[in-house]
């Protein structure tokens, strides 16, 4: 099945404990995203990647980390996570955004205590 | 800077009505814009993509429209039922990103 798999889907952790949520996608898609999901705020756009290697800051990427090693694999990275990173989180990937949608995957709530 | 508006945050229209959800767009000129439907605590699920020299763009049910000049997109869904009740959010790209419009949502009532 043509999937975007991330984990954990849920996750509390204490301010200043480094985490990492993954996110893997089996459809050899060139794009990936990650967004964080907030009341009132709706869709933001952390960084996205274009392909191996080459990866973007988004609209609010402070205090987040992202690698792309692997065409498959674009986890997100928080180094020092903060109350304020409390959210809930996504990762999408597409072959092309001009012509085909994001998948999403099922999302990681996080809570930052 | 570039600005997504979807014009209302709620809907509600009685089963087997049409649906008409609005986004609007100011500061720039997309190529295409897409639209997504989700549900509470879950990811948005692709629906449609227009591009912008296309005028109307149908998929069962649903029907999006763009036009450059009011800078709008219009998504239609016809004979509407319950199990459209949903956030819908249009997303129209910035470079090679996609930014999303806040949504609105759709409740249908039976």
């Known amino acids: 099945e043509a999937q975007v798999t991330q984990n954990p889907r849920y996750l509390i952790t204490v301010t200043g404990k480094k985490l990492t949520v993954t996110c893997s996608q089996n459809?050899?898609?060139?794009?990936m995203s990650w967004y964080r999901q907030d009341p009132g705020l709706g869709l933001r756009q952390i960084y996205y990647s274009m392909n191996v290697e080459v990866t973007d800051k988004g609209d609010v990427p402070e205090g987040y980390k992202v690698s792309r090693k692997e065409k498959r694999n674009f986890p997100l990275i928080l180094e020092s996570p903060s109350p304020n990173q409390t959210s809930l989180y996504f990762c999408a990937s597409s072959l092309s955004p001009s012509t085909s949608g994001y998948t999403f995957g099922s999302g990681t709530r996080l809570t930052v205590v | 800077s570039q600005k997504i508006e979807q014009n209302s945050e709620a809907l509600n229209i009685q089963e087997g009505k049409t649906a008409t959800l609005t986004c609007n767009y100011t500061n720039y000129s997309p190529a295409y814009l897409q639209w997504y439907r989700q549900d509470p605590g879950r990811g948005p699920v692709f629906l449609l993509l227009i591009r912008e020299n296309e005028k109307e763009k149908r998929k069962e049910r649903l029907k999006v429209t763009f036009d450059t000049t009011l800078k709008q997109s219009l998504f239609h869904i016809t004979a509407s039922q319950p199990a459209d009740s949903a956030t819908y959010l249009c997303a129209p790209p910035a470079g090679t990103a996609l930014i999303f419009g806040k949504g609105t949502t759709l409740s249908v009532s039976s």
């Open positions: 459809m050899n898609h060139e794009y």
